[in-house]
T-cell receptor
Framework: DADVTQTPRNRITKTGKRIMLECSQT?????MYWYRQDPGLGLRLIYY???????NKGEISDGYSVSRQAQAKFSLSLESAIPNQTALYFC????????????FGPGTRLTVL | EDQVTQSPEALRLQEGESSSLNCSYT??????LFWYRQDPGKGPEFLFT???AGEEKEKERLKATLTKKESFLHITAPKPEDSATYLC????????????????FGQGTILTVHP
């Protein structure tokens, strides 16, 4: 079984809709991250969380919100989706005891029409 | 602001034709430089972490090296299954000397190996 899972894997939605992407992990890591990937721009950090009570904005947090429901679950929400939020979204986890190496989920392909 | 630039953007090789990918970086204090491999439709897969200039790490046909300004990913006698996007990322120390684990990624190099 995969250590980091993301649901859904693919989603097509319309402008203005609220969307939630979910991430679960069985690695036991405290730290979790949300990235988006766009062609030619690499991976950019949206939000990160060091534990359930510690959530921080990344470089491109506008238009997004997150919820850390438990150590193993970290959700990303788009309150009112817009077309330029069409991208690949990845969740990652890390553990400072393991040199902060980040382990990624399989990704969610989101299309906003 | 930390910056990572990878070159070339795309590289086409024949099977067995060795080459190198470049990752140039600027960072206030480097805690670690990471290489990942990403296959189409999948999440990045961790390959290596390098911590100090002069360090080298190897895995099968891949060898990563690090200087104070750049890292190279050398691919020796590549095979078609090595085709993927290779991502480089840096992790910096904060001003307090600790690291929060955040990575800054380059845009990646798309490697295609033809049989």
């Amino acid at each position: 079984d995969a250590d980091v899972t993301q649901t859904p894997r693919n989603r097509i939605t319309k402008t203005g809709k609220r969307i939630m992407l979910e991430c679960s992990q069985t690695k036991g890591h405290d730290r979790m991250y949300w990235y988006r990937q766009d062609p030619g721009l690499g991976l950019r950090l949206i939000y990160y969380s060091f534990d359930v009570k510690d959530i921080n904005k990344g470089e491109i947090s506008d238009g997004y919100s997150v919820s850390r429901q438990a150590q193993a679950k970290f959700s990303l929400s788009l309150e009112s989706a817009i077309p330029n939020q069409t991208a690949l979204y990845f969740c990652a986890t890390s553990d400072p005891r393991l040199a902060h190496t980040q382990y990624f989920g399989p990704g969610t392909r989101l299309t906003v029409l | 602001e930390d910056q990572v630039t990878q070159s070339p953007e795309a590289l086409r090789l024949q099977e067995g034709e060795s080459s190198s990918l470049n990752c140039s970086y600027t960072v206030s204090g480097l805690r670690g430089l990471f290489w990942y491999r990403q296959d189409p439709g999948k999440g990045p897969e961790f390959l290596f972490t390098l911590y100090s200039a002069g360090e080298e790490k190897e895995k099968e046909r891949l060898k990563a090296t690090l200087t104070k300004k750049e890292s190279f990913l050398h691919i020796t006698a590549p095979k078609p299954e090595d085709s993927a996007t290779y991502l480089c990322a840096v992790q910096a120390y904060t001003t307090g000397g600790t690291s929060y684990g955040k990575l800054t990624f380059g845009q990646g190099t798309i490697l295609t190996v033809h049989p």
